[in-house]
């Protein structure tokens, strides 16, 4: 075998070389690993570059927040209005039946003027 190396400068010899020992399989296991690695990396910058097109998120749930806080607090006025409302109801109902007795003797004619 005459390569032109001997012992120690083959050793030292730095160009790349692959060996016979490593399998078909291994390489192409390596340059499947290798394309999927690209194929996520690039499917990472594609997310990034859509959440940075998008909106402030951050601003939109603030913003979002502080209409349902607004809108809270519109519900509150409304079920205090509306009890009001009910109150009110009520108290013209007793007033009715508390007159209805009247209404009914000058109906029948007994207070005249």
Known sequence: MTNGYKGEERR???????????SLSVIVLLVVNIATSAW?????????????????LTER???????AEEHSRILMKMNNTLDNIDRTIMNVSNELARR???A??????????
């Open 100 to 102: 209805k007795p009247f």
């Open 12 to 22: 030292n010899h730095t160009e790349w070389h692959l060996n016979k020992s490593v």
């Open 40 to 56: 996520w990396a690039s499917g990472l910058t594609s997310d990034i570059e859509v959440l940075q097109a998008k909106p402030d």
């Open 61 to 67: 749930v603030i913003r979002l927040e502080a209409k």
């Open 104 to 113: 009914d003797a000058v109906e029948r004619g007994v207070y005249k003027k």
